[in-house]
């Protein structure tokens, strides 16, 4: 595909500075996506045009001065925002993440020479079609994640560019080649020098994509900032339940879920404090006793180091933590649940019990259709609206009051209420109700 149709806001800014006399071209990202033929989120320009000569070209746009220490503005254009760089060459990176200077160029072979991957390296105007320097096209036809030059040299001046490799690999289907791979696992301790948010950003779209493969091959990248993922590489559970180590176990289950962030971070740690919690039984069994409690307190641990919002923390803490609980298809049992847990939680605590067993060995895989007709059960109970919660409950703290009851007695009478309720004890009658508590 030579021939792309780009938004016509990134189109104006283009013809804008070709019109006076620069160079310009979307670049990186979004010409690698229109090429795998994925829709691109954001456009980025680069241009021969200097920062004052951007401005001067461009003054009819708004313009942010987000980057103009390293060339780079944000213009609106088309009611999106585009940054625009100048053509550059990076100079040294003492911290591993940005360089200490840049240095202005008119050649657009420099600027495209200090990118990350040859699939990121591209540049297309309408006017020029694709510029592809260093085989970018080919790379990606051949399903080739490749860095440009030296890879430890790529990698020394970004160690954030390690993760973004996993992340292409997974997300896009392809495969690191093998000097670049090589330079991954060589390089992988250069990711202690980088923000733990920034290596959450990376990892949440690696774990989103096709990531099981890529989790088990570079299994030593993730444990510089995951350790405990290293201890369950190769320990053995001992059990008929597993016919895989805690790790591949682990993997399975990623595998086995939908590709919802929170789910798929579940999965990934759901059973990763089992190697801490495991014994041997007289009869040569395996059991990992408290394991799920192990596990909650590592997530914790991990979210906090890599400063996950609270919302992402503590729905997967729940998650984990939940994991092994026993549900069956009885309707008493799943009431509770949703009282307890609220519907959202349960169904995913459905899911995530559905994917532990995927991963379990084929011949005990049976409780998975118990799961799901439990999830029949919940889904059947909330279209009919079924009372499972005090807000369903036909009386309120005010009927309540009004019997006599002051103060935490009426939270009392109420919850009493509920459990006779889903015990099928009594209505969810107004009078039926006010009986049953006089």
Request: hydrophobic fraction near 40%; include cysteine; proline fraction near 3%.
């Amino acid at each position: 595909m030579n021939k792309f149709i780009l938004p016509h806001g990134v189109e104006a800014v283009i013809e804008r500075l070709a019109e006076c006399g620069f160079e310009a071209y979307a670049v990186g990202g979004c010409v690698r996506n229109f090429m795998l033929g994925i829709e691109p989120k954001d456009y980025d320009v680069t241009t021969s045009a200097k920062p004052d000569e951007m401005k001067q070209a461009l003054n009819d746009f708004r313009i942010v001065e987000t980057g103009i220490r390293y060339g780079t503005l944000t213009v609106i254009s088309g009611g999106m925002p585009i940054e625009v760089t100048t053509y550059r060459v990076d100079g040294n990176y003492t911290d591993n993440r940005r360089p200490d200077n840049v240095i202005f160029t008119t050649k657009l072979a420099e600027d495209l020479r200090r990118r990350d991957f040859t699939v990121n390296a591209m540049a297309y105007s309408s006017r020029t079609g694709i510029i592809d320097i260093f085989g970018g096209r080919a790379d990606l036809q051949s399903g080739i994640i490749r860095a440009i030059g030296d890879p430890d040299e790529r990698f020394g001046e970004d160690g954030l560019r390690i993760l973004r490799a996993l992340r292409f690999a997974s997300c896009y289907g392809l495969k690191i080649e093998p000097k670049t791979a090589e330079a991954v696992h060589r390089n992988r301790l250069l990711l202690d020098n980088i923000a733990g948010e920034r290596i959450a950003t990376e990892f949440n779209r690696l774990m989103c994509g096709d990531c099981e493969n890529v989790l088990r091959e570079y299994c030593d990248v993730v444990s510089v900032f995951l350790p405990e993922l290293a201890k369950c590489k190769g320990f053995e559970q001992h059990t008929k339940y597993h016919d895989r180590d805690v790790l591949e176990h682990i993997l399975a289950t990623v595998g086995a879920i939908e590709p919802k962030l929170h789910l798929r971070l579940t999965m990934l740690l759901h059973d990763i404090g089992k190697p801490l919690y495991f014994t041997m039984g007289e009869d040569g069994v395996g059991h990992f006793k408290g394991h799920a409690k192990g596990s909650t307190a590592i997530a914790e641990s991990f979210f906090k180091r890599l400063k996950y919002s609270n919302a992402v923390s503590e729905r997967v803490t729940q998650l984990v933590q939940t994991h092994d609980i026993p549900i069956e298809n009885r309707e008493t049992l799943i009431k509770r649940y949703l009282n307890r847990y609220g519907e959202e939680v349960f169904f995913d605590m459905i899911k995530v019990h559905i994917a532990d067993d995927m991963g379990k060995a084929p011949e005990c895989r049976e409780r998975i259709k118990t799961y799901r007709a439990a999830a029949e059960t919940a889904r059947r109970i909330i279209a009919q609206k079924e009372c499972f919660s005090l807000k369903q409950l036909a009386v309120n703290g005010s009927d309540i009051k009004a019997l006599g009851y002051e103060g935490a007695e009426i939270g009392e009478k109420l919850r009493e209420l509920l459990e006779l309720v889903i015990d099928g004890k009594c209505e969810n009658e107004k009078n039926a109700l006010i009986s049953a508590v006089t």
